[in-house]
């Protein structure tokens, strides 16, 4: 089979690798169907990550079950399911209490599209053996479309943990969201569709700030100066200063969510953030614990994913295109619609 394989800055090729087998009867080898580049993903092909290449890349995908172990009993061959992008087990005390980037049966930071916590592949290959087919696969419903999904495996789930679970608490909170990418037009659209009261989005991009204005946001192109008055701030730069922006926006005891990767050091204003008692949470995310919530509220008609999806391109263009500057690319297989 082949494998993208990030090779050196802006450059990506296929390489062939051994088709994968199952190991144990616990696991299942999907095709991916629909793929798509991740937020960081941009970041790591601009040279910006901490891992050396080659590498094997893509952690988002929708894909085909073409082979499961005999002890499976969640998903069955043909069927479309969702990869989380980290290896989880599913019946460890941290995946049981739903910490599933932390699983204890894996190596720390186990996951596909970068070689850290052991060698599992990426989601851009022909094929892909998941360890732990009934824990991690979730079947995508019938009346999702793989291409607006791609991005479940992470950033869209993402996207519904970093504002849902506080809207929630938080009934018609003032939403600020600082961003450079999909993951911030995905929490716009989903903050509007659960009720904050505002949502402003902050971002140089002008394409990127109009797709926001049409998901009900107001836009900026800058977050300096800003208003005060926020109840949950995210971030989702990169960008150490623009989160030192958020914080400082944020209503006393407010909530920021940092969803940036980042590479590069920076400082944060803390005195400022003791006085008024900001929580806030820097993490990779546990998203096998909220895949179908965030599915359900795409499948609810109040939110429009495919929105976000920039360009569809054939899967075997992949290595031209991938380098190129897209929003959310999405790599499809002749398959990778539903039949």
């Keep these: 089979m082949r494998e993208l394989t990030y090779v050196a800055r802006h450059s990506v090729e296929w390489r062939e690798a051994p088709d994968p087998g199952l190991r144990s009867d616990r696991e299942a080898i999907v095709a991916p169907v629909a793929a798509t580049s991740c937020d960081v993903d941009s970041a790591i092909l601009a040279g910006h990550g901490f891992v050396d290449p080659p590498f094997a890349l893509g952690h988002e995908c929708v894909a085909r079950v073409v082979e499961v172990g005999d002890a499976v009993t969640s998903v069955a061959h043909g069927d479309l399911v969702v990869v989380p992008w980290s290896i989880s087990c599913g019946t460890c005390e941290r995946c049981r209490a739903g910490l599933t980037a932390h699983c204890a049966s894996v190596p720390y930071m186990a996951m596909y599209g970068a070689p850290i916590g052991g060698s599992w592949g990426g989601l851009f290959s022909d094929l892909v053996r998941v360890p732990y ?19 479940a495996s992470d950033n869209w789930s993402l996207a519904w943990r ?10 018609g909170a003032r939403v600020l969201v600082v961003a450079r990418g999909s993951i911030g037009l995905y929490v716009c659209d989903i903050a509007r569709a659960l009720g904050a009261s505002e949502v402003l989005y902050v971002d140089p991009d002008p394409e990127r700030r109009a797709l926001a204005r049409d998901f009900g946001a107001g836009t900026a192109e800058s977050a300096e100066p800003l208003p005060h008055g926020y109840d949950i701030a995210v971030e ?8 030192a922006l958020a914080v400082k926006c944020l209503v006393p005891e407010g909530i920021c969510e940092s969803a940036g990767n980042h590479f590069r050091p920076g400082e944060l204003p803390l005195l400022d953030m003791y006085l008024t008692g900001v929580t806030l949470r820097v993490a990779r995310d546990n998203v096998r614990a909220h895949i179908p919530e965030a599915l359900e509220l795409a499948a609810s008609g109040k939110v429009d ?13 992949l290595p031209d295109a991938l380098p190129e500057k897209h929003l959310k690319p999405v790599f499809v297989r002749s398959d990778g619609r539903r039949q």
Excluded at 162 to 171: I, N, S, T, Y
Excluded at 236 to 243: E, K, P, S, Y
Excluded at 305 to 317: G, L, M, T
């Design 162 to 171: 970093l504002v849902a679970p506080h809207l929630k608490a938080r009934p």
């Design 133 to 151: 087919a009934d824990a991690m696969l979730v079947p995508l419903p019938a009346d999702l479309d793989p291409v607006a999904m791609a991005s």
């Design 236 to 243: 989702a730069t990169g960008r150490v200063d623009q989160l």
């Design 305 to 317: 994913p495919a929105r976000v999806v920039s360009q569809v391109i054939d899967w075997e263009d």
